[in-house]
């Protein structure tokens, strides 16, 4: 084992979103080569963005990712809002608090069934599982559909929504609306009895690896997703503004990919950074669910990242009934839709601003920063999205698991990498947008 | 014997292939009748033979791009664009605007060369498409109605009214009477006036009519005193990459 040589070369990993490869090169056991690589094609968002106008980057910046597009509306809003000095209402506040639920269980039951499962279960897809488990899939289908769903009639569709917009809604939900969507949350509840049965059973990788974990923090009671401060579990904290201090991008010599670090050499975002700073805060059925699964905060296994979206599955769930009944019993106020426009009608006054969105996405904290003119029109942006701050992060854990598992066969270490990496739920084409890539020969 | 069916994708966000998981249970009825053989973004299978139909999601925007469209097209009988980022360039067509050593230099500081970027094209103007099917996202129906013709070897007709004839019969407001401009008069329709019906205003994803009614868009720009650089600037969104087809 000791002398062992391997080369494994995933050219563009599958079941995650965009083009990604792991590359390692083991020579006589010495290890020359143990990357992650993003191979998206540049699309330069940042670049495009100088010249258009504040009220158009919800809409351009949805496109940075399909999977996440509301995640990154409400981020791109949040810093649009805060260069304009704009502040939302309450009721607004709670509507994308809802809209930011729906964006989590639908992108973690995306990935908990479709994308990570097959894996668990030896297969190479939720294909084969059309026949073997065609029950699962049924429900994931059956799930995927229903947060689909009660999206569109939110804000008009899941992927790129229509409606939400810098200032508020340009559609409000009528109360049958609200009745309609509580009405199918409430249908999924038996699925999410069997999601967190069915999770009960899965198996991962045993692993530990310590590292810094980093999301929103906030002094209040509730799982901070929409609004908070940047937080990590060294004890770091920083107002948003100063996010640049946390995410310390730098290149490093082993690879021309930029990472991140804020107090050591990597840190995690995501469902089990949140997690483990925050897991006091989440809905009681949720830390039931939790303890059900046996996870604990700090926990320092990557693959579980997994179990915490599970976990975070059942938050969001009753967070966004709560919400909705909370909506029903205060009832809509409809003087707040708002008429969009790339303000031709001048109702929210321009200036030359600096605005900083720091938004809990679901796969970790995502910052939009614009820099603007005094015609609101956009002289800089930056956008920092959570694969690029865990590229660092997912390196070190693939150096410190290769010499753990290098007795194996060729086969089992390739996916064991592979699920480590899919663990993290990369989402590639977001974070390539200003990554520097090596391309391989 | 099933179609052989694959997914690929180029620059793009990924949406329009995840509006296929958001089928929901109906996608089973789909994967009853065609055989997917590839679609890395939810599936690890590959297949080495030729394919009936792919579909090609996103833009071209570098030279491995432009290589690996060509095989794909060399093995494909038939092809489709799918989304606007494919079929006419989209979001991703904006980078057009700028020099592109400019706009590299831009977002990747003095390294940009590591990374190769060209102009932007949608897939027709790289290879042949036999389908298009726009929009940003692609609306659910119209990939449905499209993959039927497709499999049936039938052609499908993109429509070429403008989205205000579907946005007449949704009973919106009209955004110009609410004081802002929309699209709607010059995008081709097929989307059943989506964002209008949620309140927002046409930004143009899924092309420009051919043969837009040129009295009646003047007409608008006159009553509602707008000049032709906002309507430009708003098409230059999406439709940027369109140029170039006007050059031939």
């Known amino acids: 084992m000791a002398n062992k040589t391997v080369k494994i070369d995933v050219e563009y990993l599958t079941r995650v979103e965009g083009h990604g490869n792991i590359v390692i090169d083991v020579k006589e056991g010495k290890i020359d080569k143990c990357e992650f690589q993003v191979v998206e094609s540049p699309r330069l968002f940042e670049g495009m963005l100088r010249g258009r106008s504040i009220f158009e980057a919800q809409h351009i910046t949805s496109r940075i990712c399909g999977i996440c597009s509301c995640g990154h509306s409400l981020a791109s809003i949040q810093a649009a809002e805060d260069a304009l000095g704009v502040t939302p209402t309450e009721q607004t506040i709670k509507l994308r608090k809802l809209l930011l639920d729906y964006e989590f269980l639908d992108s973690h039951v995306l990935h908990v069934y479709l994308l990570a499962a097959p894996d668990v279960l030896g297969v190479p897809s939720f294909v084969p599982l059309v026949k073997t488990h065609n029950a699962v899939v049924r429900r994931a ?37 609200l009745d309609a969507m509580l009405d199918m949350l409430e249908s999924m509840r038996d699925d999410m009895a069997e999601t967190l049965a069915l999770a009960k059973t899965l198996q991962f990788p045993d692993f530990y690896r310590e590292t810094e974990y980093v999301g929103l923090v906030s002094d209040d009671e509730e799982y901070p997703l929409l609004m908070g401060d940047v937080g990590s579990t060294d004890g770091k904290r920083l107002v948003k503004k100063d996010y640049r201090q946390a995410t310390n991008e730098f290149i490093d010599p082993r690879s021309s990919a ?4 804020w107090s050591r050499d990597s840190y995690l975002v995501g469902a089990l950074a949140r997690f483990n700073l925050n897991s006091d805060k989440l809905h009681p059925k949720a830390k039931a669910a939790a303890e059900e699964l046996g996870l604990k905060p700090i926990c320092h296994n990557p693959y579980l990242n997994t179990v915490a979206q599970v976990v975070e599955i059942v938050h969001c769930y009753e967070h966004a009934i709560d919400l ?16 969009v426009g790339v303000n031709e009608q001048q109702k929210i006054p321009v ?36 694969t690029n701050q865990n590229i660092a992060n997912i390196e070190y854990d693939m150096m410190k698991l290769l010499p753990e598992i290098l007795d194996q066969t060729k086969e089992e270490i390739t996916l064991k990498m592979e699920m480590l990496v899919r663990a993290y739920d990369p989402c590639i084409s977001c974070s390539a947008h200003y990554l520097n890539v090596k391309f391989v020969e | 014997m099933k179609p052989k069916v694959a997914f690929f994708d180029f620059a ?28 890395r973004e939810v599936m690890s299978e590959k297949w080495d033979k030729n394919y009936d139909v792919a579909i090609v999601e996103g833009s071209i925007t570098d030279e491995h791009a432009e290589q690996r469209i060509r095989k794909i097209r060399d093995r494909s009988a038939v092809l489709i664009a799918y989304g606007s980022c494919a079929t006419i360039g989209g979001v991703n067509g904006m980078k057009n605007s700028f020099v592109l050593d400019e706009i590299r230099q831009s977002v990747y500081g003095k390294d940009y060369q590591l990374f190769d970027s060209k102009k932007t094209r949608p897939i027709h103007q790289v290879v042949k498409v ?10 659910h129906p119209e990939v449905i109605e499209v993959l039927k013709c497709a499999l049936r070897g039938v052609p499908y007709a993109v429509p070429d009214n403008p989205v205000c004839s579907e946005c007449k019969l949704n009973e919106n407001v009209c955004m110009y009477d609410r004081g802002v401009a929309c699209l709607g008069p010059w995008t081709k329709a097929g989307c059943n006036s989506w964002c209008i019906n949620n309140g927002n205003i046409c930004y143009g994803c899924r092309g420009m009519v051919t043969n837009p009614a040129r009295n009646g868009a003047n007409d608008i720009m006159a009553r509602y005193d707008l000049n032709f650089d906002l309507i430009r600037n708003k098409f230059d969104m999406y439709n940027k990459c369109s140029e170039e087809d006007k050059n031939g």
């Open chain 2, 12 to 39: 793009c966000c990924e949406g329009c292939q995840l509006q296929v998981a958001n089928l929901g249970e109906a996608l089973l009825d789909i994967l009853g009748a065609i055989d997917v053989v590839e679609f």
């Open chain 2, 130 to 139: 036999d389908y298009f099917i726009n929009g940003c996202p692609v609306y």
């Open chain 1, 141 to 177: 289908l059956r799930m995927k559909k229903l947060c689909n769903d009660v999206c569109d009639i939110l804000v008009g569709r899941h992927v790129h929504p229509i409606s939400a917009i810098v200032g508020g809604f340009t559609k409000l939900p009528r109360p049958k609306d």
């Open chain 1, 258 to 261: 930029k990472f991140a670090k």
């Open chain 1, 324 to 339: 909705i009944q909370d909506l029903k019993k205060n009832g809509i106020n409809y003087d707040e839709e708002i008429v």
């Open chain 1, 351 to 386: 200036r030359a601003g600096d605005g900083v969105g720091a938004v809990e996405v679901p796969r970790g904290i995502l910052f939009h920063n614009y820099v603007t003119d005094s015609n609101g029109i956009i002289e800089q942006a930056n956008c920092i999205i959570p």
